[in-house]
């Protein structure tokens, strides 16, 4: 198996925590890229149309992505539905936590972009802000629901440690704690996960 990686991106870690959640990490061969998005990476377009990483190979070179994909394949490959719980109220709960955190992601991405890859003279602050109250938002759902996640890591609760991990990497300033001390504490906790702690990015010239 292979993936275009980028130890920086938040979609990227969720693929590598899931590999590593499962044992499977030492499998994967890590092709490097440039994702960007207006400089595009040729060698992703040609597997990927949207040309963003993660972009995955199955052992039979069979091309994979997004984030989602490439994570519920691995933990099909492993068969023991550790990441993605069997159908039912379970993976419902989990598939919906996952939407969370990617649409926290999503937005915190966006955000990013109006500063680091926008001219400055095109700078839209108020869209910025408005990406940054969907950040919001997602923070007041994830704490109204943390009581419930205890010692679960699932694709649902993984998705969120990347999305908060995000935050911590490339938000510093924005004081998410708090106004959310409950999914700090929950936060502080998981992070201490060995599959976490290996793949924050720690290269915080990387894009």
């Known amino acids: 198996m292979k993936i275009f990686y980028h130890p920086a991106s938040p979609f990227v870690r969720k693929v590598h925590v899931t590999a590593l959640e499962l044992g499977l990490d030492d499998r994967l ?24 990483v993660p972009a995955f190979f199955t052992d039979s070179d069979e091309p994979l992505y997004d984030s989602r994909v490439i994570c519920e394949y691995l933990d099909h490959v492993d068969g023991r539905s550790i990441i993605f719980p069997t159908p039912g109220e379970a993976r419902w709960r989990a598939l919906r936590e996952q939407a969370i955190g990617d649409g926290l992601l999503d937005a915190a991405l966006l955000a990013r972009y109006e500063l680091t890859v926008r001219p400055p003279e095109m700078v839209w602050l108020p869209w910025r ?7 919001r938002s997602s923070l007041d759902e994830i704490e109204a629901r943390v009581d419930a996640f205890g010692d679960r890591f699932d694709i649902g609760t993984l998705t969120i ?6 935050l911590d990497f490339r938000f510093a300033d924005f004081d998410w704690r708090t106004a959310h001390p409950k999914a700090a504490a929950w936060f502080k906790h998981v992070s201490e996960r060995p599959s976490l702690a290996q793949s924050f990015p720690r290269d915080l010239n990387a894009r």
Request: overall charge positive.
């Open 129 to 135: 802000e408005g990406q940054l109250d969907k950040v």
């Open 29 to 52: 061969e890590k092709l490097t890229s440039a994702a960007h998005p207006i400089r595009r990476d040729a060698n992703i377009v040609k597997f990927n149309p949207t040309g963003k």
């Open 161 to 166: 440690a990347c999305a908060l991990g995000y």
